[in-house]
Each structure stands twice: as structure tokens, then as C-alpha cells.
């Protein structure tokens, strides 16, 4: 029975890495180390149990039960004693096992002869690989020193089984890191490409998690503590003046300094862990509770201890923060999350990314459209999955990941890449041709964009000018507010760029999902539907403002085309619009340039304004409809939410309905109408926006191509009489009958 938190355990870790050491296959050395374990802790049963896949867990070795049960045994997560330590990623102590809540009876095992159970999960940096079971006859309760030890085993346990120490016949011990592995995620950016992985946050891997001298492993620990303290001192002291961010390092700082968090790490190294494997053993606690806990607030900062914990690993390892110049031919960047300016911080070098988290409008969603690369959102487990130059290929046209694909997969893969490289050939050829129907309509396409990076694609891809230029990425990626000369200045590098095609600037859309490092975000139960875009503007005036005066200052002469985002109401139409001309009349008394001339525009993005006053069609020098809000505000479904986003289609009766009613309503006071957002670039749904009577759309640069070869092979008014006669019929949606004409016309 272990007696001491230090000496006994030490000495279990040291026979346990003797075992290590042994030559013998996977399956030996786990029975070799259940008999170990449960000598040690005066046990009559140890086993292990790992994952067969993500909910079925398999006994792979024991001492004590029938032998007969491994690899028999299996059970589902959260079924037994054994599935709630799997499923909780907590300890189960039970001095009488049998009438424990949740217990089950598992009879080839021969188990019901033992009273007492102890079970910790074997776990690394939150993810559960296992189970780690000691029983006995006795109907004892563990103490919190046995415990602990068990734990500690645990954890090196999970090293070992991330190193392949464990590595044999059937599925549950598998080689890690070696098979291939399909990921079904969310789409963020539609495209295809193959690449190999390159990790945002490559893991530490250790090695060898059981100390020789921990007197010598201490003094590691606590000097790489002291740098890791010096650093975040340096993050606050640049960060003075700055009081949101001040608040944020502090919390930091906190952490950093917390007696309670080295504390635990000195006593994993008494038990006998390197250094590197008790900041580890932290980091996978602190990961295991960011599953548990409900409240956002205490989920950041347990974020905060992981983060900390990643930084305190690179230090003790020497391992450097991974930097752009590192990149690989074809990298596909591979991170849980990442900010728009780490993003950026990459270039243009990258093939595609894939996070585990993200949205559809996240900063990286806009930085990858801008970009037009494939992104994945959602691929929960792929960061502890990969490794750095694993081959991928990433689908984000389906929100489909390949990782080490086998041949067939990856010729299939590359068969669509080359029927993709041979569209694009065809659609280069008319790029300087016009989008002209067969009936003789006329569609103007035009591109978004966000970046200076994007601005070469207006000539590239075909565009007709920019319908959308989002202001906010020259906010999202600094660390404080941008000042007027130099958004004027980048406003006219835009335009300069842009070589006389008209450009629209939408002013600062922020709030939501885009939240300024600088600005102190509000809890809002529905972001989506609360203080954001014009709302913030009409609210902080002077930083709408500034931008005004930039982008006024930076036509120098030139035409300037300005929109307002989120307009909800005819009246903050107005109020945003007196804001722009009064500052035409500020600029005129200064004795300033002013544009040649000034268009004043609104984003249609909420239902409410389908049915606003006529004065707002009369005001409006031109409307666009923002179709990615529009949409969800419309059928009541979230777009970051994947469960719901999908079940609604665009060419939805209803929906077309009201574009029908926009346009019309644009008609009637000559206001020009356009469509902005996802579904102005599938093809499909851009036809049936032209055959509704819309004239403009504008899209991500890739699309133009599609869109336009479409367009240039369709007549809108047979699309609009297949159209109509759908609506007439009843059905729901008009896709089907779209498609079926489609079809029949080859």
C-alpha cells in the first residue's frame, strides 16, 4: 500500500520506466506493468482499458481479472464505473463498487469478487486515451495519496501510449499518429487542396517523463518559472495604457505568479516527473476542466493556464515559437483557433487551414475568403491527431478532412483538383468577356475583398470594381486603434490599386464575432442580434468619424462610394448619413480635396427594412443586400451554428419572395440593387438571383469565374418561367426544379 506521496511513488515510476525500457512488444509490456502497478499499490487487480474509437472503450490488459476478457471486454463511454471515468475525466473512488450508482456487471471479467475500485483516466492535454482500474476484496476507500500516485502512473502511461510504447495487434492498440483519419468539420471557405500539415502550436513530446534526480528537475522547473515570469512582466509593461489589455496580462500575470499551480508541478516532480511531464500533467487537469465548466469566463481562464502551460513547456524544452519563415511547400496550417493577426503573420503561403474551433464568421473565415483558400471549422481532435508534415487534404467544399489519406483517396482527391484546374482554365478564357445572358441581360459581378492582398484579384478574376471592401480587418489585426493618416492612407492604396474600378467601402462592421483587441467585449446572450456594425458606430462617433474624414481625405478628388452596414431602421440610415455629409462640409471649410463625387449607400441585412419607409429607397443612393445575415435573420436559423445553418436553402420559396420584393421596391424609386455575400458566388443561386431582376452581385474572387460561365449559357427568362411555375406548384423550394432544367438543357 503506497504510504508517501514521494519515496513509493518514486520508486513505482522508477520500476515502471525499468519496464519501459525492456525489449517485447506492446501487449507484453501492458501486462508486465498491470502486474507491476498493482504490486505496488497493494492491489489484488490493476487493468488498463483504452479507447477502440471514440465511444467504446476496450480492456487491453490485467492482472487479477480473467484473462479471457482482454480484448473481449468493451464498454461505451459513460457505461459502468470504468465509461463515467472516461466520460467525466475525473477519478472514481468506491469502497463497494457493486452498489456504486451506475455499476454493471461485466461477468467474463470475473470482477464480482472484488469490493473496491479506483479508477483515473489516462489522459494527455485533455484528451482521454483510457481508463486506469486497481480493485480489491477488501471494501476499502483510497486514500488521496493513492490516488494521486495512480494519476501520476496515468499520466505516464498516456506518454507512453502517445510514444507507441503500447503498439500491437487489434484497434485499440493501434499505432497513434500513423493511420489514416477522416474528419467531417464545417465549411468556412469553399476550395480544395493537398498540402501537408503545419502545426499553429506543435505539441511538446516527451520523451522521458520519469525523473533521475528531481532535485535537479526542481531547480529546471522554478528557473524556467522565473523566465516565464520576467516575459509576462514585459507583455504588461508594453501593454500600459491600454487598460482592457492591461486586465486581460493581469489575470496572466496571475496565473503566472500562483503559488497553488508551481506548487502541484514540485509535487508531480517528488513523485517523480521530469519537469516537462508535471507542467504536462497541469495542462492536461486544466484541459480536462475546460469540458466541464459552463461559464465562458472561468472557460478563458483555464485557457489563460493552458496557454501559460504551452509557453512554461517551450521554455523547459528549448522548442521556439513557430514563425512564417518555416513554412513548408504547400502547408496547411492546423490550430485549435487563431486570431486574425497571427493569421496574416503567414502570408499568402498557405494551402488551407483547419481549426478545431472557429465560425463561418470568424476573422480567419475573412482572412481565408480574402485569400481564397479552403477552411475547415469544427475538426474536433485534429491538433492532438497530426503532426507536422502529415499529408492532408481538405475538402471545403464538403468541411471534409483527409489526414494521411491512402492512395486511393488521394487519386480521387487529385482527379477533382485536376477537373477544378481545368474549370479554371476554361473560365480565364472569358475573363475580359462579359457576363451577357442568351436572353441579352447584363450582369455586373464584382468582387469583396478586405485586404490590400486581394486587390490584384480585380483584374485576375474579371471583377468589375469592388462591391465589398471591409474596413474592419485594418482594425481587427492591431493591438490599438488605427490612426486617421494611416487609414487615409491605406484607403488610398486601395483605390490606387483598384485603377479607376469603383470601389465600396463598408464602414467599420465590428461586434457580433468581431470584437477589437482593444475594445472590452459585452456579454450579449445573442451577439449576432445585439450592439454591433452602424449601432456601434452611431454610438462611438468619433471613431466613425475618423474613418469618415479617412476615407473622404483618401479619394483625393476621385469618386467615393461609401456603405452602412446593419441598417435597421430608416433612421439610422439618416443619422449615418448627416454623419458622412457633415463631414464633406467639415472637409470643404478646411479648404480640402473632396471626392469628384459621393455615392451613400445601405447594407440590407435585416427583414425590417424589406418593409422600410419609401423615403429610405429615395435616400439611399443604392441598396445591397447583405445575404449571409439576411438569411439567417430570416429563417430564424444562426449561421455559426452547424446544426441549423444547412436546413434552410437560399432558393426557398419564401426567400426569393422577398428578394423579388426588395428588388421590386428598388425599382420603384430607381434605386440600384445588388446582392452581396456567400450565395452571390454559387453559381446556381446567382442565376436565380438574376432571373429575380437583380443586375449586381458581388462575391469572392474565385467564384466570378463560375458565375459568369453560367450566366454567359443562360436565358433568365426561361430560368424566371421554371421559376415561377415552381412557386405556382407549392413546392417549398425551387432547387429541384432549377436543377432538372439545368439538366435537360446539358
Known amino acids: ?67 479471457e476478457a482482454v480484448h473481449v471486454t468493451r464498454m461505451r463511454v459513460g457505461e459502468g464505473l470504468v465509461g463515467r471515468v472516461a466520460k467525466r475525466a475525473a477519478p472514481v473512488n468506491a469502497s463497494d463498487a457493486p452498489s456504486s450508482p451506475g455499476f454493471r456487471y461485466m461477468p467474463e471479467t470475473g470482477e464480482e469478487i472484488y469490493s473496491s475500485f479506483l479508477g483515473v483516466p489516462i489522459q494527455r492535454l485533455g484528451e482521454t486515451l483510457g481508463v486506469l482500474v486497481v480493485q480489491s476484496k477488501d471494501a476499502r476507500s483510497y486514500t488521496e495519496d493513492e490516488v494521486y500516485a495512480l494519476e501520476v502512473v496515468a499520466m505516464v502511461l498516456a506518454e507512453m501510449t502517445e510514444l507507441g510504447a503500447f503498439v500491437g495487434e487489434g484497434e485499440a492498440l493501434r499505432a497513434r499518429h500513423k493511420s489514416q483519419v477522416l474528419f467531417r468539420g464545417g465549411t468556412a471557405q469553399e476550395g480544395a487542396a493537398e498540402g501537408v500539415v503545419f502545426l499553429h502550436n506543435p505539441r511538446v513530446v516527451i520523451t522521458n517523463p520519469v525523473a533521475d534526480d528531481p532535485q535537479a528537475e526542481l531547480e529546471r522547473l522554478r528557473a524556467a518559472v522565473d523566465v516565464l515570469r520576467v516575459s509576462v512582466d514585459e507583455m504588461l509593461e508594453g501593454a500600459r495604457g491600454d487598460k482592457e489589455q492591461v486586465e486581460v496580462i493581469e489575470a496572466y500575470r496571475m496565473f503566472a505568479n500562483s503559488r497553488g499551480w508551481l506548487r502541484r508541478m ?49 521554455q523547459l524544452t528549448g522548442q521556439a515559437t513557430v514563425s512564417a519563415e518555416a513554412l513548408p511547400d504547400g502547408a496547411v496550417l492546423v490550430a485549435r483557433n487563431i486570431g486574425p493577426a497571427e493569421l496574416l503573420e503567414y502570408g499568402r503561403g498557405l494551402s488551407a487551414v483547419i481549426l478545431e474551433e472557429g465560425s463561418v464568421g470568424s476573422h480567419a473565415a475573412i482572412v481565408a475568403r480574402a485569400w481564397a483558400i479552403p477552411l475547415v471549422i469544427n475538426c474536433k481532435g485534429i491538433t492532438t491527431e497530426a503532426l507536422n508534415n502529415d499529408v492532408v487534404l481538405v475538402d471545403g467544399d464538403q468541411g ?3 489526414l494521411r489519406p491512402d492512395d486511393s483517396v488521394r487519386n480521387a482527391f487529385r482527379d477533382k483538383l485536376e477537373m477544378q484546374a481545368a474549370a479554371l482554365e476554361r473560365y480565364a478564357s472569358i475573363r475580359d468577356k462579359p457576363a451577357e445572358t442568351q436572353c441579352g441581360s447584363r450582369i455586373e459581378l464584382q468582387m469583396n475583398a478586405g485586404l490590400m492582398a ?6 485576375t478574376s474579371g471583377a468589375e470594381g469592388v462591391g465589398l471592401f471591409r474596413t474592419e480587418l485594418q482594425f481587427l489585426t492591431r493591438s490599438n486603434v488605427p490612426k486617421r493618416g494611416e487609414l487615409a492612407s491605406l484607403y488610398k492604396r486601395v483605390m490606387d490599386a483598384a485603377g479607376g474600378k469603383e470601389v465600396t467601402f463598408r464602414t467599420l462592421d465590428i461586434g457580433s464575432d468581431k470584437v477589437l483587441p482593444y475594445m472590452k467585449p459585452t456579454e450579449e446572450p445573442n451577439p449576432a442580434m ?30 467615393l462610394t461609401v456603405m452602412f452596414p446593419f441598417i ?15 463631414e464633406m462640409h467639415r472637409e470643404k471649410s478646411l479648404n480640402h480635396v473632396l471626392p469628384e463625387s459621393l455615392k451613400i449607400g445601405a447594407m440590407l441585412e435585416t427583414p425590417s427594412m424589406a418593409f422600410a419607409p419609401r423615403r429610405f429607397f429615395e435616400l439611399a443612393d443604392f441598396i445591397s443586400i447583405g445575404g449571409n445575415d439576411l438569411k439567417q435573420f430570416f429563417f430564424a436559423a444562426d449561421r455559426e451554428n452547424e446544426r441549423v ?7 426557398n420559396v419564401s426567400f426569393l419572395s422577398l428578394i423579388e420584393q426588395i428588388v421590386d421596391r428598388c425599382a420603384e424609386t430607381n434605386t440600384p440593387v445588388s446582392f452581396c455575400g456567400e450565395d452571390a458566388g454559387r453559381p446556381i443561386e446567382a442565376m436565380c438571383f438574376a432571373a429575380m431582376g437583380l443586375r449586381k452581385l458581388s462575391m469572392r474572387p474565385a467564384s466570378i469565374g463560375p458565375v459568369k460561365h453560367l450566366l454567359r449559357r443562360t436565358d433568365l427568362d426561361e430560368a424566371r418561367a421554371v421559376i415561377d411555375a415552381a412557386r405556382t406548384s407549392g413546392a417549398q423550394s425551387v432547387r429541384p426544379a432549377v436543377m432538372d432544367w439545368l439538366k435537360r438543357r446539358g
Not at 534 to 557: C, F, P, W
Not at 645 to 651: E, F, K, M, N, S
Request: aromatic content about 2%.
Open 530 to 559: 445585439g450592439w454591433r456594425a452602424i449601432r456601434v458606430g452611431l454610438d462611438k462617433r468619433g471613431v466613425m468619424r475618423m474613418q469618415l474624414q479617412a476615407l473622404i481625405r483618401a479619394a483625393e478628388g476621385r469618386p
Open 400 to 402: 471534409i478532412v483527409h
Open 454 to 459: 486581394d486587390l490584384p484579384s480585380l483584374s
Open 645 to 651: 445553418r444547412r436546413r434552410y436553402d437560399t432558393l
Open 1 to 67: 500500500m503506497v504510504q508517501t506521496k514521494d519515496s513509493d511513488s518514486r520508486r513505482l515510476l522508477q520500476r515502471l520506466q525499468g519496464v519501459m525500457a525492456e525489449a517485447g512488444e506492446g501487449q507484453a509490456r501492458l501486462d508486465r506493468i498491470t502486474a507491476l502497478v498493482a504490486d505496488s499499490m497493494g492491489t489484488e487487480v490493476c487493468s488498463v482499458y483504452l479507447h477502440r474509437d471514440a465511444e467504446t472503450l476496450e480492456l487491453c490488459a490485467t492482472k487479477g481479472l480473467n484473462a
Open 266 to 314: 514540485e509535487e508531480d516532480i517528488d513523485l517523480g516527473l521530469t519537469a516537462e511531464a508535471a507542467v504536462e500533467k497541469e495542462q492536461s487537469t486544466a484541459r480536462a476542466r475546460m469540458g466541464q465548466v459552463p461559464d465562458p469566463y472561468l472557460r478563458d481562464r483555464l485557457a489563460d493556464l493552458d496557454d501559460l502551460s504551452n509557453r512554461l513547456l517551450r
Open 568 to 582: 435597421a431602421q430608416l433612421e439610422e440610415f439618416i443619422s449615418a448619413r448627416e454623419a458622412l455629409l457633415l
